[in-house]
């Protein structure tokens, strides 16, 4: 089964080699929506708890919010920033005892634009 959290973060950014504006020192409010997979467990008739996955989710959104993303990120287009936060949040739920994986990650870059990795 699979089930999902979302959250959001503000950062800044520029993109020195965007034809555009992105080229300039800018910001987003980000959302993140996370999908997750694994079994329903038989003693909790649950995959996980909606609250212990959102916080596995916020410590690594900790990474990025409120930051200046090139500092973190060598070319931070929504695109690296997806695989980033996919990287981080797929060692921590690894290292969590959830037993769920990663199954996507959608990034929005404002409301109408977005980036969705999927796990390996």
């Not at 909790?44 to 200046?68: G, N, P, R, Y």
């Not at 969590?96 to 990034?107: A, E, F, P």
């Not at 870059?109 to 999927?118: C, L, P």
Request: aromatic share 8%.
């Amino acid at each position: 089964m699979k089930l999902g959290v979302s959250t959001d973060f503000s950062a800044a950014h520029s993109l020195p080699r965007h034809p555009g504006k992105c080229k300039n020192l800018h910001g987003h409010t980000y959302k993140v929506d996370v999908v997750v997979e694994g079994d329903k467990k038989e003693d909790t008739e649950c995959v996980a708890d909606f609250s212990e996955v959102k916080a596995v989710v916020e410590e690594v959104i900790e990474l990025v919010d409120h930051k200046f993303l090139n500092e973190i990120i060598s070319y931070p287009t929504s695109e690296n920033i997806a695989l980033f936060l996919k990287e981080q949040l797929e060692k921590k739920l690894n290292d969590s005892n959830l037993g769920v994986s990663l199954y996507s990650l959608r990034i929005w870059e404002g409301k109408d634009k977005w980036v969705m990795v999927e796990s390996d």
